[in-house]
């Protein structure tokens, strides 16, 4: 057996629609021998986009252990009950992840803490002076010239 999740977004509707979808799917993994492990309480998303002219739907997960046979037969069941989407993945274990080494060690609840050597009693040493860059002036900016000025000039060049 392996271990799947299957998640539906059903229509919005009353409190009595959207149990009777919830309960219609559990049934449905039931009768086709599936174990449920988990089912998560409905929740009103807001869809990225329209589906069949909804802009809300209802999201649901189940969490389930079955056969992979059972996947197909599933699969027909839900096409037949009316829900705007449902999609079932396998859950697979996790590997587990490698803890690198930072660099201080960190204490955690179940380690006791180590004694503070003398070197970290003392006084810090004094920060060293950064020498400070001079900036240059910047040089006045210039005035735009105007179309009399340009002109004179023109003429003066001309003559």
């Not at 049934?27 to 069949?52: D, N």
């Not at 900036?135 to 023109?154: H, Q, Y």
């Amino acid at each position: 057996m392996k271990a799947y999740e299957l998640s539906v977004v059903a229509k919005t509707g009353s409190d009595e629609e959207i149990k009777n979808t919830t309960k219609t799917i559990e049934e449905t993994l039931q009768k086709l021998e599936a174990s449920i492990s988990q089912i998560t309480e409905p929740s009103k998303v807001r869809l990225g986009y329209t589906i069949k002219k909804e802009k809300e739907g209802i999201l649901t997960s189940f969490y389930f252990q079955a056969e992979p046979k059972v996947l197909e037969a599933l699969k027909k069941e839900m096409d037949a009950i009316n829900v705007l989407r449902y999609f079932i993945v396998e859950k697979r274990k996790v590997k587990k992840q490698i803890q690198y080494r930072t660099r201080a060690p960190q204490i955690t609840q179940t380690e006791e803490a180590a004694p503070v050597s003398e070197e970290l009693d003392q006084a810090p040493a004094p920060a060293q002076e950064t020498p400070v860059k001079e900036t240059k002036e910047k040089p006045e900016k210039r005035r735009k010239a105007e179309l009399e000025d340009i002109n004179k000039e023109l003429e003066e060049m001309l003559k």
